[in-house]
């Protein structure tokens, strides 16, 4: 995303919450395990500087990061973290009065037999007629919902 801002010359940035560790070395399910067990900071080294004037990148679980933070406009909101309907409902939640028309939340794992409560809150997100739901089925173990604000 920092990548697609640099290349429309727009200002912006991107704030990424995520429980797991900055710096503790895992497997982040990507072709760089190949090598092994790496810090983020490693795993991104390549792309420091568009982290660095870009990305905020904050540690922690986002019903307590969230309402912390002071951003007055969510242009575009990628939702990957919590997996269950009630924390999706509340990232939901902190999201739409930061949204105006034409605005999108982008949904991963809209997959309703492995993630019932993702697919739960989207309808029900799509049902109160502000947002036009699409949604992409990539295989049966793999889907996605585009949110758009459309009132």
């Not at 429309?8 to 704030?15: D, L, M, N, T, Y």
Request: hydrophobic share 35%.
């Amino acid at each position: 995303m920092g990548k697609a801002l640099w290349d429309r010359k727009v200002e912006g940035k991107i704030a990424t919450i995520d429980p797991l560790p900055h710096n503790v070395k895992l497997y982040w399910n990507c072709i760089d395990d190949l090598e092994g067990e790496k810090t983020r900071a490693q795993l991104l080294s390549n792309y420091s500087d568009l982290i660095n004037r870009y990305i905020w990148l904050i540690e922690g679980k986002s019903k307590e990061v969230l309402s912390k933070l002071e951003l007055s406009r969510i242009h575009f909101a990628f939702l990957d973290g919590a997996h269950d309907y009630e924390d999706v409902k509340f990232e939901i939640s902190y999201v739409l009065p930061r949204q105006k028309k034409g605005d999108v939340i982008f949904f991963d794992d809209y997959q309703e037999s492995y993630y019932p409560g993702i697919v739960k809150a989207v309808r029900e997100l799509g049902s109160n007629g502000n947002y036009q739901i699409e949604t992409l089925s990539a295989n049966e173990q793999r889907g996605y919902a585009i949110a758009e604000k459309i009132g």
